[in-house]
């Protein structure tokens, strides 16, 4: 997951890890929290970009939302093998 566009900048001040690399995680469980208002102040976007870099253990992938998604709402579905 990337959080923000092009906050390397921001040395990772807003952002607190609530998980650690490796570490599985079940749905609503909370990853990270951010100060969206120093992001904001930066000038830097809010977008955050979801990647999945481990498909071999992915068996199905459904994408449910569509465009801005509340705190806490579900983006979709992962099934893993």
Do not use: C, Y
């Amino acid at each position: 997951m990337h959080i923000g566009v092009d906050t390397v900048q921001l040395a990772g001040s807003p952002f607190t890890m609530m998980v650690s690399e490796g570490q599985q995680v079940n749905a609503g469980d909370a990853l990270v929290d951010v100060d969206w208002n120093v992001v904001k102040s930066a000038g830097k976007p809010t977008d955050v970009i979801v990647v999945f870099t481990n498909p071999a253990k992915i068996d199905k992938l459904s994408i449910t939302a569509k465009g801005a998604v509340a705190t806490g709402a579900p983006i979709g579905t992962i099934v893993t093998k």
